[in-house]
């Protein structure tokens, strides 16, 4: 198995394996005999295996503590099939398939109908496509007949070609945009002499334009069958059920009889170190070093992945004390990118602009190559142990995610790899890992340097991995003992299972509900202050939050970090985490405690500013954020350092650079307090016992400074249109929006947001998108946004997309038309229907999830409402008209007023 934190796709490695029947005994699923041909597999934790006769795996995740299904199709084939001229085209036919089949024409459309939240993705050894959607028979019905249709039955046309190929080639465009993109797919590159992991994923640009559609639908037909497939369905439904549809629909397609081209390519080791540099336009410095290390299933693959956590964990890694704190960097990270076959072990770090690189290189190699001399310390094993475990255990929790999180280990070969990595974990010694490292992470083995030639070159050699039947022969499933209620998501339910309570100065919020893992959701919002005395505070404030996890009176930051490890505290906020029902009062009062008692350490605070100083010049010739920042300002009418004005580039670096810490501090004791705020805890827990913890902790803690809302507001500003210039990226930006005189209580409110959906904010299947991607093929992504106010009138919306530099006049072009047809013709009544259905079952969904409830719980208390004003708005919602949709939208709406912005690179352009 491979352990994996924020690591990149595992691999396939192919599987067999054997079952017995018995004989006169019909097979069984929770006590109902298996469709015919249909034979049952290994089971795990509430998964069961199933194999079809044309050789499709199934795999079953029923679990009824949330109203959502999952169905996830993994294709085990992925970048590394291509063959020569043919790079890229595995993405490009991830692309394709949603290009229709015979009986489903229209994908993207289906889906939004349904509220299905869907995506593709493909990485080196697999491609896996999914859907999440509210739980119904007919979604499931549909989503499994749609699926097994386009395993086969995919058009994959030349017209779909034509248009997608220019979409896919401006994701390729974007991606040239980013300093770590360009430089991850040269270290992949330089790493590799021969073996197809040196090739990006998103492939080569002039295979993209050139790719033959026979060569794309020979491709298809070899890898897009049954027996190279493994099918998950994960959430809430009827598992005899599914299964007949499973076999009525997959079972279908017959087995094919074409043999799967093997796989014969091994990299040779690597016989000295290697450098390269890529010499872009840019505003941030990277160093990045690499070293081979085995496939997934090698012994050695789980020690090395222990390693990297150690080297690269933030606050707690090694690397992250020798550079970060030491002022030599402003990031480091670590991660291993391995699978089917020999991979990638990375070590960077981000260097500030003007600042020697060499040192930092010199500094990495070193500490990298010296691991294996410095053992890790118990404390360090027992912390990573918990980082990867409490992984695991966030997505067994959450059928959704580990629903799409399978295909990784099914790409190795087998998805009980999940539990069998999760149970070996305490059989990792420090020893193991020490002596893991010191194989491989060599000097001859090492991208990063230049050729020098030595008589003597310490080659680092790569042993076989074993065979997955050899991993998994001495494993022994544990029985899940995880449990849950069936919770209805209706805003009535919500509303009765509710109790508001007021707590000191909080307005609070508590669900209880039963929840697999016994999970559970907080949300704290706290006011203070007015317009007047955070007036020139907008930066010291935003610092002041930002230091309130770097350290507190009885914790350094990197011993809070282990802190909120240990009470499985996640969500990367102290005011917005989910935890678990044995560990919420301790994260309660670890809360209370961060809030109340920070440290504000002198060398944290310096290590924050030169981060966000390196963040905001790494921006200054991005076209998205220069496009964004210059449509900000042009919209701006508030003096300087008023809390609502939009503060420039340079007023940000400004600010930043002069500001002390004591500033911060000052901040911190004249406004942080609880005297106002509002509070909601959604899951597993006791009322009267969170309700107490609050009391105790956070009660009389109250703010200095008065306070009141800060009102928004908009002026009025011409229309008119600015370019900028952005040399050297290949990849442009635009941005449209026009102010309305709206708020989210007004009649027409529901309308216009049902319009904008329609029109940019529905998907693939938007008109926007409809017509810039699908047709036009000038976009790789896009949309329209609506932003209305609740408690003010400052609203608007927007438009906007990326592409190529010499596309940005056709796509602005484009964005006009559709923005007058919509208005000239207006929407039509099946739009409204598909609209209507897609929305709601997306509202629906997303009250399905703790964390979203708790949210809104904290924000309706801070506008006095309740989930009634959620339930009469979606009865507004629903009884809209076709004319009430299209007069809100001419109403509103007006393209005469429109300020737009284009950044992109003006030669390329021309």
Known sequence: MTLRRASLPAALLSSNFFILTLTFVAPVVHGQALPPGVVKGPSVEGITEYRLPNGLKVLLFPDSSKPTVTVNVTYLVGSRHENYGETGMAHLLEHLMFKGAPKNRNIPQQFAERGMNFNGTTSQDRTNYYEVFPASAGNLKWALDMEAERMTKSFIAKKDLDSEMTVVRNEYESGENSPFGVLMKRMESVAFDWHSYGRSTIGNRSDIENVKIENLQAFYRTWYQPDNAVLLVAGKFDPAQTLAWIGKSFGAIPKPKRKLPPFWTVEPAQDGERQFAVRRKGDVQLVLVGYKVPAGLHPDADPLQFMSDIQGDTPNGRLHKLLVETGKAAQVFSFGQTGYAPGLQMFGAVVKAGQPVEPVRDALVEAVEGFAKTPPTAEEMERTRRNFANGIEKALNDPQQVGVALSEQIALGDWRLLFQGRDSLPKITAPQVAEAAGRYLKRDNRVVGLFLPEDAPQRATIGPAPTVQEVMKDYQAKESVLTSEN????????????????????????????????????????????????????????????????????????????????????????????????????????????????????????????????????????????????????????????????????????????????????????????????????????????????????????????????????????????????????????????????????????????????????????????????????????????????????????????????????????????????????????????????????????????????????????????????????????????????????????????????????????
Not at 646 to 662: I, N, R
Not at 855 to 875: G, M
């Open 487 to 910: 919770f209805d998501p209706s805003q009535d339910n919500i509303m009765k299972r509710t109790e508001i309570r007021k707590i000191g100065g909080l307005e609070v919020a508590l669900l209880p509900k039963k929840n697999r893992g016994e999970t559970v959701a907080v949300d704290l919002r706290l006011h203070w202050g007015d317009e007047k005395n955070q007036f020139g505070k907008s930066m010291v404030s935003a610092v002041a939050g930002e230091m309130l996890t770097r350290g507190t009176a009885k914790y350094t930051r990197a011993q809070l970090a282990d802190a909120m490890s240990k009470l499985k505290m996640s969500g990367g906020s102290v005011y917005h985490f989910d935890t678990t029902r044995e560990h919420l009062d301790e994260a309660l009062r670890l809360m209370a405690h961060v809030l109340k008692e920070p440290a504000f350490p002198e060398a944290e605070f310096e290590q924050l500013r030169q981060q966000w100083i390196v963040g905001i010049e790494a921006n200054r010739n991005e076209p998205q954020a220069r496009a964004s920042q210059a449509i900000e300002e042009y919209f701006d009418h508030w003096p300087k350092g008023d809390p609502r004005d939009v503060m420039t580039v340079d007023e940000q670096l400004a600010a930043l650079k002069t500001m002390t810490l004591d500033d911060v501090k000052a901040y911190y004791r004249e406004f942080y307090g609880a005297s106002h705020g509002e509070m909601a805890i959604v899951g597993d827990f006791d009322k009267e016992a969170v309700s107490r913890t609050i009391g105790e902790t956070l009660s009389g803690w109250d703010s200095k400074a008065a306070y009141a809302r800060i009102l928004d507001a908009n002026a009025e500003r011409a229309a008119t249109r600015k370019a900028i210039d952005t040399p050297d990226k290949e990849n442009g930006f635009y941005t449209a929006r026009v102010n309305l005189d709206l708020r989210s209580d007004d009649p027409d409110f529901p309308a216009l947001e049902l319009a904008n959906f329609i029109f940019g904010d529905g998907g693939l299947k938007s008109r926007l998108m409809d017509r810039i991607r699908q047709k036009d093929g000038l976009s790789y992504g896009g949309g329209s946004n609506l932003a209305v106010g609740d408690i003010d009138r400052a609203s608007h919306f927007s438009i906007s997309a990326i592409a190529a530099p010499q596309n940005l006049k056709k796509l602005e072009a484009a964005v006009r038309e559709e923005l007058a047809r919509a208005l000239k013709e207006g929407f039509t009544a099946a739009e409204v229907a598909g609209a209507k259905s897609g929305l709601l079952q997306q509202r629906l969904q997303n009250r399905s999830r703790d964390g979203v409830v708790a949210s809104a719980w904290s924000n309706y208390l801070y506008l006095d409402r309740t989930f009634e004003w959620s339930k009469q708005h979606e009865q507004k919602l629903q009884a809209l008209t076709l004319e009430q949709v299209n007069a809100a939208f001419r109403k509103h709406v007006d393209p005469a007023k429109l300020v737009v912005v284009v950044a992109g690179d003006e030669s390329k352009a021309k």
